[in-house]
């Protein structure tokens, strides 16, 4: 490919780099914690992983090539790292195809807010690049790593698809696949990919111990094999070489720096990445979304009333103690939880911006925000609902079908 | 299952003890090595692998069972150790059904006499218990340990199924096939062992290392999983109880030792196996076949004039020095290839006898048998060529499709 038109990282800067400094977040597939209120330092991550900052020059070359306003996440730094992107856009400028690639690891039965996040993008994605776009299920990995059955897992990604498809993705450009059974179709991959892949690399990127299970050493290859589009023929055909583009929280960048070291030893691509923050906990950034815990987080599920409760009583807020103080110091915004919900679900620029400046100088109070993220979300998560009752077991099956797509 | 009638190895036996005293024998999948002229020390394995000796009661209890003679190699001490045989002819003596499962690693174009054994036995089982067989070709385990690409190995594999199918599979009751084709299918069993294999338990079986590929750590599952009915759905349905007799070279025991610790923990049952001892080389015991060195072993591809003069020239002989001497000490059997390849070959058991009575007492010469050798080996060869001419292409295909059985 040709050089992008604004800078991206050296060819060789994938490796991260060990972290220097006073550096408490921890970033990698399976823990993400941050010791500070305000969370995980972005600009820090960005170094220490050796992505790219996306720049506002990448916003309006993308707005350029894809002919759209771009989605208001990438707009607002909350897609806000990239691998390669501009290379992306240099193909699809030269008129060349590429594809999506994104995925979820079906762990539990109800997702929450920060679940629909790569989803929502990644469907902007598609309407903008107009291109074919695979969505794996990783039930493996979640057998593989958690305490669930092999039916568990394989059962609550068919659940998961259902709010998948109510993200609204063209169905004649969408596959879905489980791995249990897919897995069969791209092993010849999964399996080059695993001869390039020593134990050594994949310890010191994921952590893992010699009591581990070896079905973990394995996975990151079936987590890799997507990224290539000779993984899946009945799209594709026969050519390998169509370009991949994989939206992801930035949790997964490790899974893909040590793909994107095996893509030239295979004569493969090397996918780009656009990466996320992480979308916050109810209870502040520096603490975790859980499953255990209900009032960490906004299902899908939930009732308008479970939301307006779960806002009012739980989002922690950078409002002031006293309505004084707030009035004169403004809110904190760098650490209310209301306030970031809105960065990510109110999609009015306008709006956002005046209620930025409301509250950071004080003239708007914590309960008007929270009323403001209450009346954004309800309608939102309604209209998930709706769209997932529509997803029929029949839409499921046709998503999940290997078959043609429109490429 | 009830009681064996013969013994069989205590039920937490399968771990292999450390071994004791001074034992340079070295056994694994990927090391067969030993410091003796007279090869491996089978009656040490036994303890060191925790398996059972075949007795002369297990052989007449085969044939009561299967109502046919035994096959010379289990006889005749080749076939010479097992788990669990005990178990399988008590099931059939119920009416149970079982099925048998062998593979292969395809490395190389042309198979040599060694490498018919287990096929030409699990032949004999096939015909004794009249019963559905599974060959795995491990296409990607040869890939994953040797400097092959992964065609080359695949293309390997689906050469390799014409010798095997030589050997006489009954094609209604016998499914042949790649992983590379085959693994999807079984690939919710292959992830269920992984997840009951760390690391620290592959490591101690196979010596891996921190630079080896995690392929290699995800492969020992891929082996293991046919040891279960549930990979085979198209033959067994829902049946995921149907025993497996597993007939192999004792190499590969490690790979099912640990199979059999996986399958209570599934809620499988347990592989039956017969293990054989290794078929050595021209050149004596203590050394071994090599792909490199053609001179080292007999090809089913060999002429009638290469299979002679290789005899002739290389076959290392147990006969003396001198006439004079031989006549007066008689051949030394253990270290002499010749008899050894007879012990394989030679079906008549007389003749066999008498060959050893006569040459073991000095009345008969090395040449002599030598010139036997080339007797037995010249048609049996042959036939394997006629035989592997008429499987067409479209056995192949036959052999290795998903398709029904008769069990």
Same mark, same amino acid.
């Given at each position: 490919?040709?050089?992008?038109?604004?800078?991206?990282?050296?060819?060789?800067?994938?490796?991260?780099?060990?972290?220097?400094?006073?550096?408490?977040?921890?970033?990698?597939?399976?823990?993400?914690?941050?010791?500070?209120?305000?969370? #995980?330092?972005?600009?820090?991550?960005?170094?220490?992983?050796?992505?790219?900052?996306?720049?506002?020059?990448?916003?309006?070359?993308?707005?350029?090539?894809?002919?759209?306003?771009?989605?208001?996440?990438?707009?607002?730094?909350?897609?806000?790292?990239?691998?390669?992107?501009?290379?992306?856009?240099?193909?699809?400028?030269?008129?060349?195809?590429?594809?999506?690639?994104?995925?979820?690891?079906?762990?539990?039965?109800?997702?929450?807010?920060?679940?629909?996040?790569?989803?929502?993008?990644?469907?902007?994605?598609?309407?903008?690049?107009?291109?074919?776009?695979?969505?794996?299920?990783?039930?493996?990995?979640?057998?593989?790593?958690?305490?669930?059955?092999?039916?568990?897992?394989?059962?609550?990604?068919?659940?998961?698809?259902?709010?998948?498809?109510?993200?609204?993705?063209?169905?004649?450009?969408?596959?879905?696949?489980?791995?249990?059974?897919?897995?069969?179709?791209?092993?010849?991959? #999964?399996?080059?990919?695993?001869?390039?892949?020593?134990?050594?690399?994949?310890?010191?990127?994921?952590?893992?111990?010699?009591?581990?299970?070896?079905?973990?050493?394995?996975?990151?290859?079936?987590?890799?094999?997507?990224?290539?589009?000779?993984?899946?023929?009945? #799209?594709?055909?026969?050519?390998?070489?169509?370009?991949?583009?994989?939206?992801?929280?930035?949790?997964?960048?490790?899974?893909?720096?040590?793909?994107?070291?095996?893509?030239?030893?295979?004569?493969?691509?090397?996918?780009?990445?656009?990466?996320?923050?992480?979308?916050?906990?109810?209870?502040?950034?520096?603490?975790?979304?859980?499953?255990?815990?209900?009032?960490?987080?906004?299902?899908?599920?939930?009732?308008?009333?479970?939301?307006?409760?779960?806002?009012?009583?739980?989002?922690?807020?950078?409002?002031?103690?006293?309505?004084?103080?707030?009035?004169?110091?403004?809110?904190?915004?760098?650490?209310?939880?209301?306030?970031?919900?809105?960065?990510?679900?109110?999609?009015?620029?306008?709006?956002?911006?005046?209620?930025?400046?409301?509250?950071?100088?004080?003239?708007?109070?914590?309960?008007?925000?929270?009323?403001?993220?209450?009346?954004?979300?309800?309608?939102?998560?309604?209209?998930?609902?709706?769209?997932?009752?529509?997803?029929?077991?029949?839409?499921?099956?046709?998503?999940?079908?290997?078959?043609?797509?429109?490429?």
């Amino acid at each position: 490919m040709s050089a992008p038109l604004v800078p991206t990282e050296p060819a060789a800067a994938d490796a991260a780099p060990a972290a220097t400094g006073d550096d408490d977040d921890v970033v990698d597939p399976f823990n993400v914690t941050s010791a500070s209120s305000t969370g #995980i330092n972005y600009d820090r991550l960005i170094v220490k992983f050796g992505s790219t900052a996306i720049t506002e020059d990448m916003v309006a070359r993308l707005e350029r090539v894809t002919n759209m306003r771009a989605h208001p996440w990438i707009r607002r730094g909350i897609f806000f790292s990239h691998r390669d992107l501009g290379s992306i856009l240099d193909h699809v400028e030269r008129g060349g195809r590429m594809y999506l690639y994104t995925g979820r690891g079906p762990s539990s039965e109800a997702l929450h807010l920060g679940h629909l996040v790569p989803f929502m993008f990644t469907k902007y994605l598609q309407d903008a690049f107009k291109c074919p776009l695979v969505i794996q299920l990783t039930d493996d990995e979640k057998f593989l790593w958690k305490d669930h059955s092999l039916a568990e897992t394989y059962r609550l990604g068919k659940e998961n698809c259902k709010d998948i498809i109510a993200c609204g993705f063209d169905i004649s450009r969408t596959f879905i696949f489980s791995d249990y059974e897919y897995v069969g179709h791209m092993y010849p991959n #999964i399996v080059r990919i695993q001869k390039t892949f020593t134990y050594s690399t994949i310890k010191a990127a994921f952590g893992f111990s010699d009591s581990d299970n070896v079905g973990k050493h394995a996975f990151p290859a079936v987590q890799a094999a997507p990224s290539f589009s000779s993984s899946f023929p009945h #799209i594709f055909g026969a050519d390998e070489r169509v370009p991949c583009l994989i939206p992801c929280a930035i949790d997964q960048d490790p899974y893909f720096r040590l793909t994107r070291d095996a893509a030239p030893k295979l004569g493969f691509l090397k996918p780009a990445l656009v990466h996320s923050k992480f979308f916050p906990s109810l209870h502040g950034f520096g603490t975790k979304m859980s499953a255990s815990d209900e009032s960490s987080a906004i299902y899908v599920t939930d009732t308008p009333k479970q939301i307006r409760d779960k806002i009012v009583k739980y989002a922690f807020s950078g409002g002031r103690d006293s309505v004084e103080e707030h009035r004169r110091l403004g809110a904190n915004l760098a650490v209310d939880v209301p306030f970031a919900y809105l960065t990510f679900f109110l999609f009015d620029d306008e709006r956002l911006e005046r209620i930025r400046a409301e509250y950071s100088s004080g003239r708007m109070l914590t309960g008007e925000i929270k009323a403001e993220l209450v009346g954004v979300l309800q309608p939102l998560v309604a209209a998930h609902q709706r769209a997932r009752l529509a997803a029929t077991d029949e839409a499921v099956r046709t998503f999940m079908s290997v078959r043609k797509l429109d490429v």
